[in-house]
């Protein structure tokens, strides 16, 4: 692809699309504050009689995600129309078609064990039962914690002293990495997914992202920490099963349609191409890529500054990508935005 044009911001492309998809983390908010510009340009699109659904892979009840945002200043009906979250499609999904859901494991699936810092209120008024590791059917990955705390992505060394990149940290092996501090949270999650492996566990993970960009550390820092994606791509290198809900599985994308009256062309806004661009293609659907906050900025601001735009574009799609993804796409985003408010 030549010569890519990089919007200023959504509202520049606004006027050809009825209905807009937007991601939260990365595109809407940097893991503490909304970014600049992002509730403006919400309501500017309600404004213009736009239907806005915010789609994130959050693990929490969409209720529950409705409430927090709410605090933060975004209102429903005045910023959006819908929050769907994939925590909430798991949720519905168990509810309503428990089948479909046994399905999926190719068995039985009606117990649960959850490990690290789960959503137990994804599995309130279903089926499931709670169970102990060897007696459960499953296990459900929350939010990975090690005894210390988050894992850095970013912050990846060999024995040999080499640093990691984020891209291939999965296909290493875990026991054998350390962060800047010496620490192996990396094997702490390795240990418990072997134990889950001897005992022929699936996993099921409700947020397929790699990495999320969060705070860290003292004062106002910002990393990108491991996420339940990489615990789901790391246990399917050792041989276990993972069953995954949420982008860029089409599933969520036909949810998401449901919960509003669409109308007109759908555009999805995101800053992580192996979730919500390739997500979004899978689909059919056009596609807007955020550069400048979020997933995608994290590798392209590690790249040579003498390259172009389309010579790092292409080194992300091409090379990064395919690293990262569960589902891949050989097509480009419809768009570049700088900034989802720009």
């Given at each position: ?100 859901f046994k399905e999926m494991f190719g068995g039985k699936a009606d117990s649960v064990k ?28 929350g939010v990975p914690r090690t005894s210390y705390g988050a894992v850095r992505i970013d ?188």
């Amino acid at each position: 692809m030549a010569n890519s044009k990089i919007e200023p911001g959504i509202l520049s492309i606004a006027d050809a699309y009825e209905t807009f998809f937007i991601d939260v983390y990365g595109v809407l908010f940097d893991g503490v504050n909304l970014y600049d510009r992002a509730l403006a340009t919400l309501e500017e699109l309600k404004k213009r009689d736009k239907k806005v659904v915010i789609l994130s892979n959050a693990t929490q009840i969409s209720s529950e995600a409705k409430i927090g945002y709410a605090k933060r200043g975004m209102i429903r009906g005045v910023h959006y129309d819908e929050f769907v979250t994939s925590g909430e499609f798991l949720h519905h999904t168990i509810k309503n078609n428990p089948e479909k859901f046994k399905e999926m494991f190719g068995g039985k699936a009606d117990s649960v064990k959850c490990i690290f810092l789960g959503n137990a209120n994804i599995f309130e008024e279903t089926h499931l039962q709670k169970k102990p590791l060897k007696e459960a059917d499953f296990v459900y990955v929350g939010v990975p914690r090690t005894s210390y705390g988050a894992v850095r992505i970013d912050d990846v060394w060999d024995c040999d002293g080499n640093r990691v990149n984020m891209e291939d940290v999965v296909d290493c092996d875990w026991t054998k990495l350390y962060d800047s501090e010496g620490r192996q949270g990396l094997a702490e999650f390795a240990g418990q997914l072997n134990i889950c492996l001897s005992l022929e566990k699936p996993l099921l993970i409700a947020n397929p992202d790699i990495f999320s960009h969060w705070p860290y550390g003292a004062g106002d820092s910002r990393s990108s920490i491991i996420t339940q994606g990489a615990i789901g791509a790391y246990y399917e290198k050792l041989g276990g099963k993972v069953v995954y809900f949420g982008k860029p599985y089409p599933e969520i994308f036909e949810y998401a349609r449901q919960s509003i009256d669409v109308r007109g062309q759908i555009l999805m806004v995101g800053d992580t191409y192996w979730t919500d661009i390739s997500g979004a293609r899978a689909c059919g659907l056009d596609s807007a890529l955020v550069t400048e906050t979020g997933a995608a900025c994290e590798f392209l601001k590690r790249m040579d500054n003498s390259l172009s735009d389309d010579e790092k574009f292409h080194i992300l799609f091409e090379k990064i990508a395919p690293k990262m993804a569960k589902m891949t796409s050989s097509a480009y985003p419809t768009h570049f935005l700088k900034y989802f408010g720009g």
